[in-house]
C-alpha cells in the first residue's frame, strides 16, 4: 500500500510538518512572488554562523573601499569593442532578444531593413527608478544586427528620457549613451532578472521540506540544494539594511535611487511587461531560458547533466506517487507555471520542474554572481552624475561621472552582495540515497560535472570554474 499522510507520522518529516509555508509577499502580495518570512530557528542560526557573519565582517573593509574610490575617482573608458563584448559575453547576454516588439520596430524604424537580422537590447524598466538628486538614469534600447556568422554588431541606442537616438558619430553623445546602456544592465540584471532566480523559488524549498517525508527520492533530490537560501531571501526582502533599503548612511548601497522605485524593479521582473517582448510575465520555466551568446552555451550544457542525472532517479519514482502529488498541487498555487498535481506525472513535466529548480539555484545562479561580480565597477556603473545624452552633448571628464562615494559603495556591493559565496560546493554534494543504483547515478553526475567542467574550459567558456558552482542560493 502507497504510503500517504494518514499512514505517517509527524517524525518522518523534517520539521514534523511544521516547517516553514510561503505566503503572499507582504511587501507587495501582488506584484512580487510569494515570500517565506517564518523560518525555522535552526535555519537563521546555520546561516548567521556561516553567510550572516560575512557580512558583519566585511564591513570593516569599508575604509579601504573609500580609499579606492579616492584613487581611482570617475568612470574608465569603454571602447566601443568592450562595449558589444560586455553585451555579447556575459550575463548581460541575457538581454538580447531577437523578437523585436512594435515598439522597437518603430523607434528603429530607419536602420532596419528588410533582408537582415537584428536583436535589441531593451533596458526599459530603468524608467520606474526614481533617482537621488543630482544622478541620472534613463530607460535604453539598443539594436544589434546579427552577420552571418551570428555575430552581431551594435547598430544604435535609444535613450528615453531624452527620447534620442544615437550611433558611433555621435562623438561625446554615444560615449554618454553607452554608460546609460551599461547602468541600466546593471541595474536589469542585478534587480530585474536575476531576482528571477531566487524569489519565485522559495516555496518550492519551502514546501519541499515541510510536505515530503525525510525519505521520500524527491524529498532527498531537492533537500540538498535549500541550504541557507531562505534566511538570505528573507534577509534581502524584509531586514532594514537590505541593500533594497538605499539608504544614504549604507556604505553598500551603490543604487541611483530610492528603495520604493527600486522594489518596482523587482515587480517588473516579476510582472513583466505589457507589450514588450523581452519582459514576459513570469512562468515557470521547463529549462534555461535562450540566451544568445557563449554564456547560454555555458549555461545549457551544465543543465543537460542535470537533467539526465534526474531522469534517472525518478524514473523509480511511482507515476501515481502520492507525496508528488500533494507537492505540486500546493507548490502551483505559489509558482505560476508549476504543474499542478493533476499534470505532473504527464509528459515531462516532473522531470523537467525538479531538473530547472536543481540547475537553478546551482549553476543558474552562482554563475550570474561570478560573473558579475567581476565587472569593471568603473565601466558598468551603477550612478551617473551627468544627464542622458541629447545629439551635440559635450560629455563631462569621466573622473567625474561617478565619485569616489559612488565608487566606494559599489565596491562594497561587490564584495558583500553581487560576487558568488560558495559554502557549500555542488561537486561535493551528497543526496544521501541508500539504493546502488541512485548512488551510482548520483556518482555519474559528478563524473559528468567534471567533464563539462573541462570542455568549457578548454573552449575559452569556463564562465565559472566548477569547484565554484554552489550547491544552493548562498549570495
Known sequence: MQKNYQTTKPSDFLYE???PWPQPSPAHPIGESAAVVHLPLKERIDWWIF????????????????????????????????????????????????????????????????????????????????TFEGIYA????????????????????????????????DGDAW???????????????????????????????????????????LFKLIYAHTR???????????????????????????????????????????????????????????RPITVHSKYGEFQDAYYEVFRKFVASVISDIAPDDYFVKCW??????????????????KDDNLLNAVSYYMWNVSVGHTVDHYNYGRMDHRKIPL???????????????????TTFFDNAKYIMAQILFFDSTTVTSIIDIEYNFEKANHLQAERTFKDELKVVDQKMKAQNMQYIPLEKIARSIQS
Open 17 to 19: 510538518r511544521m516547517g
Open 51 to 130: 553567510i550572516g557573519s560575512r557580512y558583519m565582517l566585511t564591513l570593516f573593509y569599508a575604509p579601504v573601499a573609500y580609499l579606492r574610490g579616492i584613487i581611482h575617482p570617475g568612470l574608465k573608458e569603454v571602447s566601443d569593442s568592450d562595449f558589444l563584448d560586455m553585451i555579447e559575453n556575459s550575463m548581460l547576454s541575457k538581454f538580447i532578444c531577437d523578437r523585436l516588439d512594435e515598439t522597437d520596430k518603430k523607434i528603429f524604424a530607419k536602420f532596419i531593413s528588410e533582408n537582415s537580422q537584428y536583436a535589441v537590447v531593451d533596458l526599459e524598466p530603468v524608467k520606474v527608478v526614481k
Open 138 to 169: 534613463s530607460g535604453t534600447k539598443t539594436l544589434l544586427k546579427k552577420d552571418a556568422f551570428n555575430k552581431y554588431s551594435v547598430v544604435a541606442i535609444w535613450v528615453e528620457k531624452t527620447n534620442s537616438l544615437f550611433v558611433q558619430s
Open 175 to 217: 560615449e554618454l549613451a553607452k554608460y546609460f546602456v551599461l547602468q541600466g544592465g546593471a541595474l536589469c540584471a542585478t534587480l530585474v532578472i536575476h531576482p528571477l532566480l531566487h524569489f519565485p523559488f522559495d516555496a518550492i524549498n519551502a514546501i519541499t521540506k515541510t510536505c515530503l517525508p525525510k525519505d521520500h527520492l
Open 228 to 286: 541557507f537560501t531562505l534566511p538570505l531571501e528573507n534577509a534581502v526582502l524584509t531586514f532594514k539594511t537590505s541593500l533594497l533599503q538605499a539608504k544614504w548612511w549604507m556604505c553598500y548601497a551603490p543604487y541611483p535611487g530610492e528603495k520604493e522605485g527600486l522594489r518596482e524593479l523587482l515587480v517588473e521582473g516579476y510582472m513583466g511587461i505589457n507589450n514588450n517582448t523581452s519582459y514576459p510575465k513570469f512562468s515557470y520555466p521547463k
Open 328 to 345: 505540486a498541487n500546493w507548490i502551483s498555487q505559489f509558482v505560476p507555471g508549476f504543474p499542478n498535481g493533476d499534470e505532473v506525472f
Open 383 to 401: 550612478r551617473l552624475r551627468q544627464a542622458p545624452p541629447v545629439k551635440g552633448v559635450k560629455m563631462i571628464d569621466r573622473s567625474k561621472l
